[in-house]
């Protein structure tokens, strides 16, 4: 599973993370490293999963890549040193300043209609030589000759007030990557994952929170947290994902903004 292919997309991650940090700086650009757990926190990991982080990290270390071996409060698995963290309203802006005079960012005006050379907006008609499409989830809505070739699932994830342990110092996926956290300064857990196990719900272009994931959530929540949590915010968002499994990487020639969220995302090798 893990060949050069995986060895070659990972290095690229790393060498855009290098680049956005000498662009935006440190306090954009945090390299804070991530966790990657067999299992999640006080579970009995699966074996298999086991397996593939021992797996990866043997792959990573014949490719000098920089990994090491974790144990501790949250279980077993690596940890990757040169993963980062950046908040993506703050890198779009950060960017938009940089390349001033070349580039401006546009909020609130979406896209109604997408045409070699052209897009169109509710207030005028952006003209330009090549349009580029960087949407994720509902690509296939965007660009409707895409359909059967990729499909939209929902993620959702929930946040906490602020817990009294600082239990996670960078973001930590567990079980294969599907569930995933982190905490802020100020205490909080940011929580998501357990789409796999509702698989077939899941494959939908909604993004109103289910009972059913969100109460895994909660469970899982409390896990990384090691106490009782209080939620307060709910939400789910769209991804791409080709048919044929993984995540969706197609080119087209159209440009597509949309609104980022305000917490910071990992940048890792995580699902």
Known sequence: MWGPCAVDLYRATLDEIDSLEALLGSSVVRRTGSIRLAGVPDTEADPADAQDCADLQKCLRENNIAVEEYSGELGNG?????????????????????????????????????????VTTPTGVI?????????????????????????????????????????????????WGYDYAQQDASGRLYVGGGRDLFAEEEWTFSTEPTARVQSYLDSLAELFAGEH???????????????????????????????AATTEPAISSGR
Request: proline share 7%; net charge positive.
């Open 229 to 259: 949590v209080s939620v307060n915010a709910r939400w789910a968002a769209s991804v791409g994902s080709p048919r044929t499994g993984g995540r969706c990487a197609a080119t087209s020639m159209t440009e597509w903004s949309r609104s």
């Open 127 to 175: 003209r330009c030589d090549l349009v580029l499409v960087a949407v994720d989830g509902r690509l296939e809505r965007v660009l409707p000759q895409l359909d059967g070739r990729v499909r939209t699932a929902r993620l959702q994830m929930l946040a906490t007030a602020p817990v009294s342990a600082c239990r996670l110092p960078c973001p930590v996926y567990g079980r």
């Open 78 to 118: 690596i940890f990757l040193p040169d993963d980062a963290v950046m908040n993506p309203a703050r890198r779009a802006v950060g960017m938009a300043a940089a390349l001033a005079g070349r580039a401006r960012l546009h909020e609130y005006t979406p896209a109604v209609g997408i045409e070699p050379g052209a």
